[in-house]
């Protein structure tokens, strides 16, 4: 006998215009086809969800990651996360890491995510003779925990969406560098909630990530602008009411 189909659900890449994340349902007719509906959400950011503190309890587990990651305990993590694939331009980080590491040596940065392109990175670095600084960690499933951690978020995408983990981390009150784009400005208001670098000069982003770790006064502004940004542009409140909504029909279908 034929096996009768369920329903499977995938998301789409969120808008940067809109804010709102496309889910894609397809499930089986009685003709024994598949119908696909798609539905618009909202995004949200839960208040304090992945807020970093300066505890007992926080410093002890950035430790353990530390430890786990055979990283001093000084260290400055800079960190990003993504499916690594070409247009993601990690070796661009990477050139300016190689940079920060001639002006100071207690740098790291930590590669979350996998993807085709992964070990391509991996070789660049090589090339570099960075690979002592860093950590090509993979697929995660503590990313926000990570995010906490990080003295410096960086990303160098430049297509038309954006990382929800760049979200994640402005809203942590992660100092953040990222390439000037239009669907990065949406989230990084220049000296206010981060640094956009010009994508075309790999020199500006190495300056704007060394400024941010080694100015005090700027990473602390970027800190406290960060979280009230995100709550603005990502309310939790609204973004319920729409799933329960969906769920409710979905659920009676």
């Given amino acids: 006998s034929q096996a009768i189909p369920h329903r499977t ?9 809109n804010a709102a994340q496309s889910l894609q349902v397809h499930e ?15 995004l949200g950011l839960p208040e304090g969800s992945v807020q970093a ?3 007992t309890l926080h410093a002890a587990d950035r430790q353990r990651l530390l430890n786990e990651l055979a ?5 400055k993590l800079i960190g990003t996360v993504g499916r690594w694939k070409l247009d993601k331009r990690l070796e661009d980080q990477l050139w300016a890491m190689d940079q920060i590491r001639c002006v100071r040596d207690d740098t790291y940065l930590l590669v979350v995510g996998d993807g085709p392109a992964k070990a391509h990175y991996e070789r660049y670095a090589q090339l570099y003779h960075s690979e002592s600084r860093v950590r090509f960690l993979g697929w995660r499933d503590d990313v926000p925990r990570i995010l906490s951690h990080l003295n410096l ?7 038309n969406r954006w990382e929800w983990s760049l979200a994640e981390a402005v809203a942590a009150g992660v ?39 080694e100015t005090p006064t700027l990473a602390q502004q970027l800190r406290a602008a960060g979280p009230g940004r995100m709550r603005q542009l990502f309310p939790l409140a609204p973004a319920i009411q729409p799933y329960a909504e969906l769920l409710a029909r979905l659920g009676k279908s």
């Fill in 28 to 42: 089986p007719t009685r003709r024994g086809t598949i119908a696909s509906r798609t539905f618009s959400l909202p």
């Fill in 71 to 75: 990283i001093p305990a000084d260290a």
């Fill in 153 to 159: 978020y960086c990303t160098t995408e430049l297509t």
């Fill in 175 to 213: 100092p953040v560098v990222a390439a000037d784009s239009t669907a990065h400005r949406r989230l990084v208001v220049q000296h206010s909630t981060g640094l956009l670098a010009d994508s075309r000069r790999r020199s500006e982003l190495a300056r704007w990530m060394l400024k941010a770790l």
């Fill in 53 to 55: 503190t300066n505890t």
């Fill in 9 to 17: 659900v995938a998301w789409s890449p969120q808008n940067p215009k």
